[in-house]
C-alpha cells in the first residue's frame, strides 16, 4: 500500500492549516488587522507552533497576511487611502504592461480563457470563482509584458489588493452581478490587444479598466 512520505505530510499540513486560517479570515473571525497568535492556533488544531508558523508564511505570499521583522503576523489590513494609492500605481503599472504586452505581438489565448471563467462564474454566481480568475487576469497581463521588474512589483501590489477585496466580498456577500462593466472593461483591453496585434494602432490606459487606443 502506498503511503506518504514525511516531507509530503509535513506539506500537506502546512497547506490544510493554511487553508483553515484563510476560512477563519474570511469569515471575519479573524479580521482586518487583527493579530494571528501563533501558540492561539496551535492549540485550538492541536499541531505545533512551527506549523502554524508555516502555514501564516504560505499566506503571506497570497497576499493575506502581513509579516514585518520581529514583529507578529497581521491579517491584511487596507484603509481607503491605502486602495486610493494602489489604483494609482495600478494604473501606472498595468498601463505599461498592456503597453508593453502590445508591442511583444502576445498570445492571448491564456488571458481570453481566464476571461471566459470569470463569465462563467460571475453567471453562476461563484463568486470565489470569479475573484480567483479575476487575479489571475491581471497577473497574467502583467506576465505578457516580459518585463521581470514589472511582474515583481504588479505581484506585490495585486496579492494582497486581491486578498483584502475578497474579504470584503466575503463579509458583504456581494452578488458577482456587480461585476458586468468589470468583466466588459476586462474583454475590451483584450480586444484592443487583438485590434493592436492587427497593426491598427497603439494601446494606451486611462484609468481602472479603462483603455483606449490610438491609431497610427
Not at 11 to 34: D, F, H, Q, T
Request: net charge positive; hydrophobic share 40%; charged share 25%.
Amino acid at each position: 500500500m502506498p503511503t506518504t512520505s514525511a516531507p509530503a505530510a509535513v506539506g500537506l499540513v502546512k497547506n490544510n492549516l493554511a487553508e483553515e486560517l484563510r476560512k477563519e479570515i474570511l469569515s471575519g473571525s479573524l479580521k482586518p488587522g487583527m493579530r494571528i497568535v501563533e501558540g492561539k492556533w496551535a492549540s485550538k488544531f492541536g499541531v505545533a507552533q512551527g506549523s502554524v508558523r508555516e502555514a501564516i508564511n504560505i499566506l503571506a505570499q497570497a497576499g493575506f497576511v502581513s509579516k514585518a521583522p520581529g514583529r507578529s503576523a497581521r491579517v491584511i489590513h487596507l484603509s481607503e487611502g491605502d486602495v486610493a494609492h494602489i489604483y494609482q500605481l495600478r494604473g501606472a503599472i498595468e498601463g505599461l504592461a498592456a503597453r508593453l504586452a502590445a508591442a511583444a505581438n502576445p498570445n492571448l489565448n491564456v488571458l481570453q480563457a481566464t476571461m471566459d471563467v470569470m463569465r462563467e462564474s460571475a453567471t453562476a454566481g461563484n463568486r470565489e470563482g470569479l475573484l480567483d480568475c479575476d487575479l489571475l487576469y491581471h497577473l497574467e497581463l502583467c506576465e505578457m509584458s516580459r518585463n521581470p521588474y514589472l511582474i515583481e512589483h504588479a505581484r506585490r501590489i495585486l496579492l494582497p489588493f486581491f486578498a483584502f477585496v475578497r474579504m470584503r466580498v466575503s463579509a458583504s456577500g456581494q452578488d458577482p452581478s456587480a461585476w458586468d462593466k468589470d468583466l466588459e472593461a476586462h474583454q475590451r483591453i483584450i480586444d484592443l490587444l487583438r485590434w493592436r496585434r492587427r497593426g491598427c494602432g497603439t494601446v494606451r490606459k486611462e484609468g481602472h479598466g479603462t483603455f483606449r487606443k490610438d491609431c497610427i
